[in-house]
Nanobody, 121 residues
Framework: VQLQAFGGGLVQAGGSLRLSCAASGRAFGSYAMGWFRQAPGKERQLVAAISWSGGSTYYADSVKGRFTISRDNSKNTVYLQMNSLKPEDTAVYYC???????????????WGQGTLVTVSS
């Protein structure tokens, strides 16, 4: 599966952005999906994950209550709605797919290119 993430940009603190990740290839509905981010000088971290059907989700503590992951299997797309953005959310955001687990927290197989999110104070 090939992944393409987009929707990043510059936003003021308190604002919102929605990231999208479009997947090409077959059987998108059989992949667990995740959003990761990597800030300058820091390790890449899992932000949110969603199961095949969308029925199960995971969020990092730092984004709980502010970010929402969702997917539309009919459009082969996964989304990350980001609200109440903070300067510390500034990072390159990546989407990823895992074909081996229903809900994946590690071990993703496929990665998209990153999209930069910058939150100004």
């Amino acid at each position: 599966v090939q992944l393409q993430a987009f929707g990043g940009g510059l936003v003021q603190a308190g604002g919102s952005l929605r990231l999208s990740c479009a997947a090409s290839g077959r059987a998108f509905g059989s992949y667990a999906m995740g959003w990761f981010r990597q800030a300058p000088g820091k390790e890449r971290q899992l932000v949110a994950a969603i199961s095949w059907s969308g029925g199960s989700t995971y969020y990092a503590d730092s984004v709980k209550g502010r970010f929402t992951i969702s997917r539309d299997n009919s459009k082969n797309t996964v989304y990350l709605q980001m609200n109440s953005l903070k300067p510390e959310d500034t990072a390159v955001y990546y989407c990823a797919a895992d074909g081996n687990k229903q809900l994946a927290l590690t071990g993703y197989d496929y990665w998209g290119q990153g999209t930069l999110v910058t939150v100004s104070s």
